[in-house]
Structure formats: C-alpha cells, structure tokens
C-alpha cells in the first residue's frame, strides 16, 4: 500500500500513543514495586525488594494466592472437560438447536459480568443453600467455570475444524477401534489445543473479580479480592503494588503460551 | 473358481435426499487392477467408503472374499484405502506413519520395523523414516500413503484419485509405477479415478460410473472400442455418433451408433470404397493441428457431425490447415461401427 509521509506516520502516532495507553501504566505498576520510596515518589530514589519480601510474608496474601490458585485449577478443570465435549459434539454431530448451543457457549464472555454474578448469586442461593451448601470456593469454582468454558470450546473447535475427520477414518482403516484412535491420533493432535485453552481459562479465572464478588462467601478471599480490600489502606500500599505486579506476570505468561500453542502450527500441521 | 476379492450387490446410497449411488452390482477378482471411472459426483467415492467401512449402505450389501462385511467396522475389514487427501498423521514422522497399523494390531517391534522399512523400500523412500509429513513434497506424501497402506497387506486396496494432486509428468510416472508396485504385491487395487486415460492406461477392466450406477463394465479396449451407451462413447474418448436420419441415410439402418474418431480416414470425394466400408460425405468445418495429428470436423450431408482423427504421416501443418470448407468423404470399417444405447 502507498501512503504519504504524513498518513504514515499519523498512523504510527496512532499506534504508539494507543499501546502507551495500555502499557505505560502496568510498568509504572511494576517499577513502582521495586521503589524504594513509600510514597511512591517520582522519579524512584532507589531500588528495594523489600516490599516484595514483605509480599511474601504476608499470610493474608499468601491465603489469597493460594485461593486463587484453587479456583484457578478447579475452572480450569471443569472447561477442560466441558468445552472439550461441547467442541466435538457441535463439530462432530449435526443436532437440533446446534447453532443455539454453539452462542449459548460463547455468551458468558460477553455478558457483564456483574450481571452474571448477579445471577450466579440468586441461583446459587435459592438452588444450592437449602441443601446447606452456602457460597464458598465451589460457587467461585463454578461461577468461573461459566466463562473460562469459552477458551477450552473455542481452542478445541478450532483445531477440530482444521484436522477434518479424514484422519480418524485412516486410523479406522489401518485397524484401531474407536479408544486406540483418540488414544494415538484424536487427543496427540488435540493436546496442544486443550494446553492452550487450559492456560486461557486459568489466566481468566485468576484475575476476575466481579463474578468472584458475588459467588465468594465470606471465607473465600481470592488475589483480586485481597487487592481490592486492601487498596484504601495506605500502609497496605507497596504490598497491594507488589501484588499487581505479581498478576499482571502471572497472566501474561499463560497467554503468551497459549498464543505461542494455538498459533505455532508447525507441530499440528 | 475361487470367491471374488469384492463382491457388491444392490448396493444404494441415499443421503437425505441425494441418491449418491443407485444400484451397483460388481465382482472383482482377486488380484486385479480394477479402475471405477466416471465424472465427479458420480458416486465413485461413495462406492469406495461402503467398501471400506466408513457408509453404511442404505441397501444391498459388500461382500470381501466371499464374506459379508456390510455391518462390519472399517478396522474389522481387510481392505486398507489410500486417501485422496492423504491423510496422513501429522504428529507422527514417515516411519510412525507406515508402522500404524501393524502397531495397533500388536504385531512385534522388530517385525513391523522391518515390514514398514520394506514397504518404504517398495516405494522408493529410503532415507525418508524420520522426516515429518509436513517436510514432504506432494509426491512422496503418496508414497507414504500408499506404504502406510500395503504394509499390512490387506486383500483388496482402495486408492480414491490417488495421483488427482500430482502434476501431469509426475502423475505419468506415478501411473507406471503403482502398476508395477501391484503386479510385484499382488493385491487387488480398486481405484477411483475421473481420468479416463489414467483409467484405460493402468487397469485390468473399468467400471464407468454415471449417476450413481455403473453403465458399463469392461476391459479397456471394450469400453472405448465397443462402449455400450452414449454416455460412455462420451466420456471414454471423444463422442463420434451417428443416429436418427442420418444412421438411414448412411448406413442403412435404424439407432445410434458409434464410431471413434481414430477409425475414419478422410478421403477425396470420388475415392473408391469397398463392401466391407461404409462411408458418409461432407464438409470440413474444422481443422486442429495437434502435433503428431490432425482433428477433422466433418459436418455430414446427412446430418450431424463427426470427427476424423488423422495421422500426420505425411503431411504438415502448412498442408492441412488450408483444408478448411473442403468436400470429403469419411470412409470406415463396418466392423468399427457399433450400435449403442442412446
Ligand atoms: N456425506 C454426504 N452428504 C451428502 N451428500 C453426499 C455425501 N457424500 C457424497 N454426497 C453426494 O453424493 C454424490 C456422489 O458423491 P461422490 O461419491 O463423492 O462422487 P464422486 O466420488 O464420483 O465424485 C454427490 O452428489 C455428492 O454431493
Ligand atoms: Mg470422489
């Protein structure tokens, strides 16, 4: 394409200005986490890790990472099982309302979320609490699990799409029966889908907090929660500081991988 | 005589509301190269899947070796399919490809490394085990197709357009092998293609399919020499017919009838013909050089047109591109005439 002097670098402007946007305030997050003023004075005046050792002494931040990582796990697990099977169910069989099905998967991520937790939260209450199950790590678990089933659904149809069943059928033919097939051929070709969904969801499921709001009982203190109970208490400051940065890593990484997963090719091809 | 290798009868497909195939009844003998041709959407490859497994037929039934398999699985039959894609596994390298199915029948390690190194062998992949499928020309994909296949030496080999990807020198050179790869086997090989010289040139007889039913059975030189429909005579070679008026007028009889274009000499209008000929008289409305021969269309007298295809034996393309607008006569051999289902 032939743009002038002028389009192009507006257009660079454009992009520049918009990343900065985006990226300028998560550095400061994590620069601000190794200043050695609590004040958070700019410019730094010097470099610390104490507020990161302070971080991880900290039972109550602890607990929560701990927690996090439990519900983490816990979504993950159950769109890994669901998504998988709603992926090759809608890409395998054709089914009446296959289309409806397909868009009732992929909702949850555009709801807003405080309108599923909403949800969640009458449903919860009114279904759950008469057997004597109160909201707890399960209702965050499943509350999540809403819509980290996206990720897993959406990685899995993508792969299944683009494998085709000729395959499968050439496994048949050479003599496997249905379990050797998805044993040898089905799940090797799917494994990197599923690792990439799998991270997706977990990544999502770490950092959410509206739906978490409202599904957690009063014992359940995710990472997210902790931050957001602790930012108004300025003695708590360097240590919330720490904590951001400390997620904003912990979901970059899982995304990373599933982008370098789903979109590497080479091995699946 | 012993069973046929394949044996269909009355075998119907319908999907929903699409008759794929329409009633196909066939033997194949053990150890032919057997050719099903006919245009796409003729129901060749759905023939191919109910033999191998993966349709069930709507009615009628496969039999393989005298048994009947039509409710059978695809991995409980003995036949092995060289798919038109390929399919070959990408996660595994060449030789994890060829070892397949001798893996998930546990046949032993050292058993089926040696068979999938010889059947690599046979197709001349040496060098190739570790390699990935992505890493292969389109060429040797076939190869590795047609080795994961004949390792485990099945009773009849199903090829769906196996060489359909392949360009045209390397199809050729294909085509000559794959023939010599079944007469060293001895497998029978059923083969699916659209191409009709590829079809005449490799197989002991061919099916020629037209919706979903076969129209003629023969070897080759029968169904191009003797086709027995119109769509035949069409599809096998250039269509030479003459029918209606014209069948009266120049050969004294009643029906269609067909003549291939290669068995007509185009002669002066006043040429001598003898009892054992017949002959038709008209104007030459097209002339094609084609290297080795020239393409006459003849319009005739008595009506419709033939073609004449003719030996550049003497001649040159300066001399018969001025035959445009000619008279002539077509002279043929009665016995190379044949009467066909219209
Ligand atoms: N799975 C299917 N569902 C619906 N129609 C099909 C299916 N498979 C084949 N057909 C139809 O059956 C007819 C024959 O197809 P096919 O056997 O593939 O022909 P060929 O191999 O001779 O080109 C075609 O009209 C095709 O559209
Ligand atoms: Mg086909």
Redesign the pocket.
């Known amino acids: 394409m032939n743009l002038s002097r002028t389009a192009r670098a507006t257009l660079w402007a454009a992009l520049a200005g918009g990343l900065a946007v985006i990226y300028v305030p998560l550095l400061v997050v994590l620069l601000n986490s190794f200043n050695a003023d609590r004040t958070f004075g700019w410019p730094p005046t010097g470099f610390t890790l104490r507020w990161w050792a302070a971080a991880w002494n900290s039972t109550g931040v602890r607990d929560a990472l701990w927690t996090s990582v439990q519900a983490g796990l816990g979504a993950t697990a159950i769109a890994l099982v669901l998504g998988t099977m709603v992926a090759f169910a809608v890409q395998r069989y054709s089914f009446f309302g296959r289309d409806a099905v397909s868009l009732l998967i992929i909702l949850p991520i555009a709801l807003p979320g405080i309108v599923t937790g909403i949800a969640l939260n009458n449903a919860f209450r009114t279904v759950l609490e008469p057997f004597g199950v109160g909201l707890g790590m399960f209702t965050v678990v499943v509350g999540h699990a809403t819509f980290c089933v996206v990720t897993v659904y959406n990685n899995v149809l993508a792969r299944l799409r683009r494998l085709g069943a000729s395959v499968e059928e050439a496994s048949a033919d050479l003599g496997a029966d249905a379990f050797t097939t998805f044993r040898l051929v089905t799940f090797p070709m799917m494994r990197s889908a599923l690792l990439a969904g799998g991270l997706l969801a977990f990544a999502l499921s770490f950092d959410e907090i509206i739906v978490t709001t409202f599904t957690a009982g009063a014992g359940v203190k995710t990472l997210p929660l902790w931050i957001f109970e602790n930012l108004f208490r300025p003695n708590q400051a360097p240590v919330v500081n720490v904590v951001a940065a400390a997620l904003i890593v912990l979901s970059v990484v899982p995304i990373y991988l599933a982008q370098r997963l789903s979109g590497g090719g080479a091995s699946a091809r | 005589m012993s069973d046929p290798a394949v044996r269909l009868c009355g075998l119907r497909?319908s999907?929903?509301g699409?008759?794929?195939?329409t009633g196909v009844d066939l033997d194949i003998a053990d150890g032919e190269f057997f050719a099903?041709l006919?245009?796409?959407?003729?129901?060749?490859?759905?023939?191919?899947?109910m033999i191998a497994g993966f349709?069930a037929p709507t009615s009628g039934t496969v039999e393989l070796g005298g048994a009947d398999v039509t409710r059978l699985a695809p991995f409980e039959r003995d036949v092995n399919t060289v798919f038109q894609d390929y399919a070959l596994f990408p996660h595994m390298d060449v030789l994890g490809n060829v070892e397949y199915g001798l893996r998930v029948k546990r046949v032993p390690r050292a058993e089926r490394r040696g068979r999938a190194l010889a059947a690599l062998a046979s197709v001349r992949l040496e060098g190739y085990e570790r390699r990935r499928p992505g890493q292969l020309s389109g060429g040797q994909r076939q190869r590795v197709a047609l080795a994961r296949a004949l390792v485990n030496r099945p009773r009849v080999l199903l090829l769906?357009?196996p060489l359909g990807a392949l360009d045209l020198k390397l199809r050729e050179e294909m085509q000559v092998e794959l023939k010599s790869i079944q007469r060293e086997v001895g497998i029978t090989f059923l083969f699916?293609t659209?191409d009709q010289e590829e079809a005449l040139t490799m197989s002991d007889r061919v099916a020629v399919?037209n919706e979903?039913r076969i129209e003629q059975v023969g070897t080759p030189a029968e169904v191009y020499e003797r086709p027995a429909t119109a769509f035949v005579a069409s599809f096998v070679g250039t269509s030479n017919l003459i029918s209606g008026e014209a069948a009266q007028a120049v050969l004294g009889k009643e029906g269609t009838f067909s003549v291939r274009p290669e068995k007509l000499r185009v002669a002066a209008l006043g040429d001598p013909v003898d009892g054992a000929e017949h002959s038709a008289t008209g104007t030459v409305s097209e002339v094609v050089y084609a290297g080795p021969a020239t393409r006459f269309v003849v319009e005739l007298d008595a009506g419709g047109r033939l073609i004449a295809l003719q030996q550049n034996l003497q001649v040159s393309s300066m001399d018969v591109t001025g035959l445009r607008g000619t008279r002539v006569r077509l002279v043929w051999q009665r016995r190379h005439e044949f009467a066909i289902v219209p």
């Open positions: 497909k999907f929903g699409v008759h794929a195939v099903m006919g245009p796409s959407g003729s129901g060749k490859t759905t023939v191919l899947r349709e769906d357009e699916v659209h399919f979903g």
